[in-house]
C-alpha cells in the first residue's frame, strides 16, 4: 500500500529531537534493512546487527569511506514489527552539537538512508497496523498541546479512548446492517423495516454520535486556547491584576492615569485551558490629548473586538460612573468589582467582587473564566475529540441514520435502508482509518513535524 506521495518502503532517518545545542540528540532511523546499514558505519558491526529487540549497543559512528570517526553514539534496536513504526528501527542517542547532527544524517544519507518526510514514522505505524488515526492524531495533539490539561487530554485519545467509543458505535450499527442483509438474501420471508430496525437503537446510536461531536469544542479550546482581554476605565487595576494572573510584575502599575499605553500579553494556564491575556490601555471619559496614549486605546480596542472573554473592571473604591457599562455584553464578559478590600460598598448585582492587591476574590474568578469559557471541566477520563476531521465524520454518520430513521417511518425498501447503514458505518471507518483516502492521508501527516 502505497497511499501518499514517497515510497514507504525506503530507510529513512530524521532527527527526532530539536534542532539546537543539547546534551543528548535522539535520531531516529527506520525501514527493512536498517540494522545492516547501519551496521556498515558502526565500530561493532557485529554486535549492531546481531542485536537483539529492545537493546542498547554503544559504539562509534564512523565515516564508511575514511574510517573516521564521527561520533560516539549508542543504539536502541527495534526489530521487525517491535518498534514504533512496526517495522525495523533504530533510535540513535548522539551529543547534540549541530555540526555532529549533520554529520550523522550525512554519513547515514552516504549509507542508503533518505530524510524522512513530515509526519512519516507515525505514517508508517499506522500501514502497518500499529496504531489507528485517532492514536495517530493524539501523537500530534501531545506535541502541540499547550497545558497539562490538553496533554492528558490527547493522551487519554492515544490510549484509544476514541477508538473504543467508535468501535462501539459501529459493532451497534454493524448488527442492525446484519439483520437487514440477512432478510435481503431471504427476501421470501419479507419482514417490514419498522419491525426488523428498532428506532430506539437508531435514535440511541445518533445521540452519542452527536454528544461525541458535541465535545470538539471544548477539545479545541483546551488544545489551541482562548484570548482573554482586560478591560476597564484608567487606574481600575487592570495592570495589578495581570500581574496577579502571571505571578510577576510584567505591567507597570501606578497612580497615574494613562500609564498603559499599549496592550501586553502574556501566555498562561487557567485550570487548564490554555489563555492569551491582555492588559489593554485604560478608557477615559473625555478624549486624552496624548497621542501615544489614543493609539494605545485604539489598539485595545482591537484586541477587545476580538476576544473570546474580557473581563471588565470597575474601580469599587470610586464606584460605577454613569453609563460606564452600557454597550457591553455580560455574554461576552465578566464584570469585576474590584479593590474590594477598601471599597466603600459591596458589588452590585452581576459583579465579582475582587482585589488585585490581596488576591480576594481570585479563585472564584477562575473558575467563572473557566465556566465562560467551556461550560465546564471535562472529566478525567472523558473522551474528547479535538479534530476537525472527526467532528465532520461524526456529523455524516449522525445524519445517515437520520436518513435510516426515515426510510423506517416511509417504509422505505430494506436495500434502500441498507445504504444508508453503510454509509453511517462508512463515516466511523473513515475515523479510525478503516476507510479512507490517499488525499486524507497526504493532509493529515504533512502537518506533523519531522522525526515524528
Known amino acids: 500500500m502505497n497511499p501518499i506521495s514517497y515510497d514507504t518502503n525506503d530507510p529513512v532517518v530524521a532527527l527526532a529531537s530539536p534542532w539546537g545545542e543539547s546534551a543528548v540528540a535522539v535520531l531516529r532511523a527506520s525501514g527493512k534493512g536498517s540494522l545492516s546499514l547501519l551496521a556498515g558505519c558502526f565500530s561493532r558491526p557485529e554486535a549492531l546487527a546481531s542485536a537483539a529487540s529492545h537493546t ?216 487548564g485551558i490554555p489563555v492569551t491575556l491582555y492588559d489593554t490601555a485604560g478608557l477615559r471619559e473625555a478624549e486624552t490629548g496624548d497621542a501615544v496614549e489614543r493609539e494605545g486605546i485604539r489598539r485595545s480596542g482591537l484586541v477587545t473586538r476580538e476576544a473570546d472573554l474580557i473581563l471588565y473592571l470597575v474601580d469599587g473604591s470610586i464606584g460605577l460612573q454613569s453609563g460606564e457599562i452600557e454597550g457591553i455584553d455580560p455574554q461576552e464578559s465578566i464584570l ?39 461550560g465546564t471541566e471535562p472529566a478525567a477520563d472523558e473522551a474528547v475529540i479535538d479534530s476537525v476531521r472527526q467532528r465532520d465524520l461524526l456529523l455524516q454518520g449522525s445524519a445517515a441514520l437520520t436518513q435510516v430513521l426515515a426510510g423506517v417511518e416511509e417504509g422505505m425498501p430494506l436495500d434502500a435502508v441498507a445504504v444508508d447503514l453503510r454509509d453511517a458505518l462508512d463515516a466511523l471507518g473513515e475515523i479510525t482509518g478503516e476507510v479512507t483516502s490517499a488525499d486524507v492521508l497526504e493532509d493529515m501527516f504533512s502537518r506533523f513535524c519531522v522525526g515524528k
Not at 220 to 247: H, I
Open 336 to 374: 469585576l468589582w474590584n479593590k474590594a478590600d477598601i471599597a466603600g460598598q459591596k458589588a452590585p448585582e452581576g459583579f465579582l467582587p475582587i482585589s488585585a492587591v490581596t488576591g480576594e476574590g481570585f479563585t472564584p474568578l477562575e473558575e467563572e473564566i473557566c465556566r465562560r469559557l467551556s
Open 56 to 271: 542498547l549497543v554503544h559504539g562509534i559512528l564512523r565515516n564508511p569511506q575514511t574510517g573516521e570517526a564521527v561520533d560516539e553514539i549508542v543504539c536502541a534496536v527495534y526489530r521487525d514489527g517491535r518498534g514504533y513504526t512496526g517495522e525495523e528501527a533504530v533510535e540513535i542517542f548522539a551529543h547534540g552539537s549541530m555540526p555532529g547532527i549533520q554529520l550523522i544524517l550525512e554519513t547515514l544519507r552516504s549509507r542508503g538512508f533518505r530524510d524522512a518526510r513530515p509526519g512519516e514514522f507515525t505514517l508508517r505505524a499506522f500501514l502497518n497496523g500499529r496504531m489507528d488515526l485517532t492514536r495517530a492524531e493524539a501523537v500530534r495533539e501531545i506535541i502541540s498541546s499547550r497545558s497539562r490539561a490538553a496533554h492528558g487530554m490527547a493522551l487519554h485519545r492515544l490510549e484509544g479512548s476514541i477508538f473504543r467509543r467508535i468501535d462501539t458505535f459501529k459493532s451497534d450499527i454493524r448488527k442492525l446492517l446484519a439483520a437487514v442483509e440477512i432478510q435481503l438474501d431471504y427476501p421470501e420471508d419479507e419482514v417490514p423495516s419498522a419491525e426488523l430496525i428498532r428506532k430506539d437503537d437508531i435514535i440511541r446510536v445518533k445521540k452519542e454520535l452527536e454528544t461525541l461531536a458535541s465535545t470538539f469544542s471544548i477539545g479545541r479550546l483546551y488544545q489551541e486556547g482562548a484570548r482573554v482581554a482586560l478591560s476597564g476605565r484608567t487606574n481600575a487595576g487592570k495592570s495589578s491584576l495581570f500581574n496577579l494572573f502571571v505571578k510577576e510584575d510584567r505591567s507597570i502599575v501606578s497612580d497615574l492615569h494613562g500609564t498603559t499605553r499599549d496592550f501586553v500579553h502574556e501566555q498562561l494556564s487557567i485550570r
